[in-house]
């Protein structure tokens, strides 16, 4: 079965520097890799999104790249500002809901 | 529109007791997954459900249990609660395209 590794599980930035946490997945018929951004006490937000036919993605100060070959997927915060700070989780899926696979969470802590 | 909600927010239970959750996912969704959340196992697959029947299950004992009514709703259950089943209790709703939506989740406590 597919299985994902999320690097690192903690990251400290100064604010307005930028993060990068890195995902790798191993099962080729993966095509969706969703990241989701999880704040205290609330539950996990879906915050950007990539398909396999795509091999980057931007939504303002967040981006997505996608290297298929080597099976890894990364997320990029530039700018980092204190409301940045949360879990992350990176996932990979064959489309379907339940076959959702997450990674282990990433703890982003922005210094001021 | 109306995101994904659970109830209740929180609750506390004693061993052996049982506890019922309910979700009501996002308008339209038809896919409610259950996910238990702990600090030591990350996100843990319980099951899906698709137009009221079990579409997929994860390695959960049969304990945990669930069930999605007409209007896409859902409930799970958990009996004979343990200890190890302290968690957060999360329901995600999904569109047609695979994209989860999370709710807020429910905490449970057992003492």
């Known amino acids: 079965g597919e299985n994902v590794e999320q690097h690192p599980s903690t990251l400290s930035v100064q604010e307005g520097d930028s993060a990068v946490i890195k995902c790798t997945y191993s099962?080729?018929?993966?095509?969706?890799f969703p990241w989701y951004k999880q704040e205290l006490g609330k539950g996990p937000q879906l915050i950007i999104d990539i398909r396999s036919n795509v091999g980057e993605k931007k939504d303002q100060r967040i981006a997505v790249t996608l290297n298929k070959t080597a099976k890894h997927f990364s997320l990029h915060i530039t700018e980092t500002q204190p409301e940045d700070s949360a879990v992350y989780f990176c996932?990979?899926?064959?489309?379907?809901?339940?076959?959702?696979?997450f990674g282990s969470g990433t703890r982003l802590s922005i210094r001021p | 529109k109306a995101g994904v909600t659970q109830t209740p927010r929180y609750l506390i239970k004693t061993r052996g007791q049982q506890v019922t959750l309910s979700c009501s996912p996002i308008s339209g969704h038809r896919s409610v997954s259950w996910y238990q959340q702990t600090p030591g196992q990350g996100l843990q697959f319980l099951f899906e459900y698709f137009s009221e029947t079990q579409r997929n299950k994860g390695n959960f004992p049969g304990r945990f249990s669930g069930r999605q009514f007409s209007n896409s709703r859902s409930e799970m259950n958990v009996s004979t609660l343990e200890l190890g089943d302290s968690a957060l209790y999360l329901c995600?709703?999904?569109?047609?395209?695979?994209?989860?939506?999370f709710g807020e989740g429910s905490r449970l406590t057992v003492l």
């Open positions: 995600a709703s999904s569109s047609s395209t695979g994209e989860l939506f």
């Open positions: 099962d080729s018929a993966s095509n969706y």
């Open positions: 996932a990979a899926s064959e489309g379907s809901a339940s076959k959702i696979i």
